[in-house]
């Protein structure tokens, strides 16, 4: 193989969801394909905690490294799975990371979600913060965003607002997908032309 493709798939998603419909993208381009599914989703069990996941997903790129030298490794994140893969490429150095439909964090993401929320308590009742705008200023690897500008479950914005913290940076690209909604951005051409030129 070229290399080896890390994936964090979203929140309605696990192993047995995601290996028939996204693996072929990966391993038809070359690559292997790594995924884990976090604590309570599929058959993995354990307490869930952000500091859980995070813990598991550093392991998984621990025991690639066994295998894979990190200039083979792409740390590839999706929806919920965006802010994992953020904190995993800001503590190594892998290839590149990839980000499908990134949130800013999550304390960001949740008025929308709950409007009705006063907003100095949501940092106090969420159990998830997911700092992606925290995390990516700490990633060293080329960055490349996809993001759909119709998504209807995480604002275009958000990509364009972590943009923004990484603009000095000159290994950095945001793909938009013009009219693009959360679920579907791989069947637009202009995505499959862009993991192409990606993954070679």
């Known amino acids: ?3 080896v493709v890390l994936y964090f798939h979203g929140r309605g998603g696990n192993l047995n969801h995601n290996m028939g419909k996204f693996s072929h993208e990966f391993t038809d381009r070359g690559y292997d394909l790594f995924i884990m599914d976090y604590r309570g989703f599929g058959k993995s069990r354990g307490k869930l905690s952000e500091k859980a996941i995070c813990h598991d997903a550093d392991y998984c790129y621990d025991y690639l490294l066994d295998y ?5 490794i792409i740390v590839y994140g999706r929806s919920l799975g965006t802010g994992i893969a953020t904190y995993v490429a800001s503590h190594h150095d ?3 990371l990839v980000l499908e439909a990134p949130y800013f964090n999550i304390l960001d993401l949740t008025p929308r979600e709950a409007p009705y929320l006063p907003r100095f308590l949501i940092p106090l009742i969420l159990k998830y913060h997911f700092r992606t705008d925290k995390w990516i200023v700490k990633v060293d690897s080329p960055i490349h ?3 759909g500008t119709e998504d209807e479950l995480v604002p275009y914005d958000s990509s364009t607002r972590l943009l923004k913290l990484i603009k000095e940076k000159s290994d950095v690209s945001l793909i938009s997908i013009e009219k693009g909604k959360h679920n579907h951005l791989r069947h637009h051409p202009k995505y499959q032309l862009t993991l192409d030129e990606i993954l070679n």
Do not use: L, R, V, W
Not at 68 to 72: I, R, S, T
């Open 1 to 3: 193989p070229k290399g």
């Open 68 to 72: 894979f030298p990190e200039d083979k």
């Open 94 to 96: 892998p290839k590149a």
């Open 145 to 147: 965003i996809f993001h």
